[in-house]
């Protein structure tokens, strides 16, 4: 079993940055894909970015291309997600994820439970 704690959310005005973080403990999660996604009010989940075991590959959803950036830090056991130019359009709650095969298609069997990023305009 994999734990993984995400922290970071709050609130932000449009334009500004945010740094979530989520930690994974339990099983080792080096050889794990982690993925990010969120989910607004009245939608549907969403995917928004995700990186391989290494770190080497990463992958972002359209929305946020150029604006968020992920990262990992395996000795930490810690996935970063850094979040530039936010919008309004950007407030969901955020979870983390892991691919605990790490091997491409991901397909994440732990979630976070969410953190709440609100970009006010």
């Known amino acids: 079993q994999v734990q993984l704690v995400e922290s970071g959310g709050g609130l932000v005005q449009a334009g500004g940055s945010l740094r979530l973080s989520c930690a994974a403990s339990?099983?080792?999660?080096?050889?794990?894909?982690m993925g990010w996604f969120r989910q607004a009010p009245g939608k549907e989940r969403e995917f928004v970015t995700a990186?391989?075991?290494?770190?080497?590959?990463?992958y972002y959803g359209d929305s946020v291309k150029g604006r968020f950036t992920i990262s990992r830090d395996n000795a930490k056991n810690t996935v970063y997600l850094q979040m530039n130019s936010l919008k309004p359009e950007d407030t969901a709650v955020y979870y983390c994820?892991?691919?605990?095969?790490?091997?491409?298609?991901?397909?994440?069997?732990?979630w976070g439970q969410g953190t709440q990023v609100t970009v006010s305009s």
């Open positions: 994820a892991a691919d605990s095969d790490g091997l491409e298609p991901y397909e994440y069997d732990y």
């Open positions: 339990g099983r080792t999660s080096r050889s794990y894909a």
């Open positions: 990186i391989g075991r290494s770190g080497d590959s990463t």
